[in-house]
């Protein structure tokens, strides 16, 4: 492949989705032929599925295979340990191995550059100073993120998590000016910095900030841009299939997918995928890694999928977000509804104190109805049509019904999603 280009790091970000989908099913393929037969734990799963890898052509074959999780894997290496015949390879052909919490066991090859892509689409080039303080101790990310920033022609600066006073120091001393780690440990190290009475601002060179571990919430991102003028981006990563699986570009209006996964939107309840654009669990193949035979992990986060076009020219579909976690959501007739997205449906109206989404069921048919409190005097039917049309857009459900209670209906504590539906 070309050398790296200026906006984009190589040329497969902006081939055509047709030959993505061609080169990732190729991918699959030989991956799935491999880990079958070298991976006992893969091929005990095909075996039970009643199939071998050959009748595996392409993602959408990937439903007649069930889906693993984290207890899954817990459970194999304690039958079988230490890797639980998950491994391809034997160890002396590893270079290394980390262990997340679980414990478990990770084989994972040396010189990944996956994970460069991300680093490269937040802006990290060569002439870059950047503070990394993912931890470099059992967990993979620090190690893969520093080579990341390695392959970017970025300077890094290795820390790990903690000891803010050295970090904050080395900022300063260095001219760092750009941060890897999560949200929450730069906003402590912006807050440390000015406890101490320094203006960060004007006292510190920070001008680009990538994260991942936890989520970016709207307010802290706004924080970060507006006052500290710090450019963020954030990367969604799930250890076990292998690290970050999708980033953001300069748009931020999603996760573009890595080429190293495939990447599925499923159904927790029965492991089949979701219609196009749909809520659903984010389930992971990787089809880069000859050492682990990982077939479609389950991450418990759910998202959806954007395949529209993004003005970066990246062509890979976008994840909409983690919405959420699995059990964190709703399904209503056949939807997944979260509460983090109603909650974002709902925010937008100043004008509305309270509202509850009630779910209930009548006969075979899921009932969704909004409840909401209001400030005197707003104009209660503008909000209603609003809200009717924000909710289908965003949560893709109809609401059977909006309307309007006194304050003194929501009781303290009440949830925000309210499901009576009985399953007996
Ligand atoms: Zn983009």
Known sequence: MAVKRDEHYDEWETISPEARENFINGKLRLQLRHIYDYSVAARAIFEEAGITADDIKNAQDLARIPVTRKEDIIRLQEENPPFGGLETVALPDVERVFISPGPVYEMQPAHVEWFSRALWAAGFRRGDVVLNSFTYHLSPAGLLMHEGLRNCGATVVVTGAGNTEIQLRAMKH???????????????????????????????????????????????????????????????AVTEPGGVIAYECKHKQGFHLMDDYVVEIIDPANGLPVDAGEVGEVVVT?????????????????????????????????????????????????????GREVEGVMKAFEDITNYQLRVSRIGARDLAEMVISTKAGADEYSITSQIASEFQARCRLKLDSISTVPEADFKPGYPRIEDTRTWE
């Open 174 to 236: 260095l001219k760092v000016n750009g941060f890897l780690g999560t949200p929450s440990f730069l906003m402590t190290l912006i807050n440390k910095a000015e406890e101490s009475g320094e203006d960060f601002r004007k006292n510190y060179k920070l001008e680009r900030a990538w994260f991942t571990g936890e989520p970016l919430a709207s307010s802290a991102r706004a924080i970060f841009e507006n006052k500290y003028k710090i450019d963020t981006y954030q990367g969604y």
């Open 286 to 338: 990787p089809v880069h890694n000859k050492t682990w035979g990982l077939v479609r992990f389950g991450t418990g986060d759910l998202s959806r999928l954007d395949t529209s076009h993004c003005p970066c020219g990246r062509s890979a579909p976008r994840l909409r977000g983690i919405l959420g976690r699995a059990g964190d959501a709703v399904k209503i007739r056949g939807m997944f509804v979260v």
